[in-house]
């Protein structure tokens, strides 16, 4: 997963013409550190997809302005425009973070 480093970066990764999935995270957060054990796996499964991630901490504005209140969440974006939004409550488990991205990207 690629990190992103300034909100330039955020803002031409959301407005590309095709899916970008972006993981909100932070530092101190243990359902992320749980969720780096089985995301690499889940990304591979979805190599065709750009993956990047961003730390809501680093952020906090981004993160407002997507409601991004709980973290692991990931985004997905394409055209400047939120296609999908998986909210932390429900990204614990692998089958939860892959039913998620096969209702939105099939």
Known sequence: MKPITSEEQFQT?????QEVLIKFFADWCPDCTRMNMFIGEIMESYSSYEWYEINK???PEIA???????IPSILIFKNGEK??????AN???PDQVTEFLQEKLG
């Open 64 to 70: 407002e302005k997507y409601q991004v209140m709980g």
């Open 57 to 59: 901490d680093e952020f």
């Open 91 to 93: 990204a614990k488990t």
């Open 13 to 17: 990764l959301i407005t590309q013409d």
């Open 83 to 88: 296609l999908g939004h998986l909210h932390s």
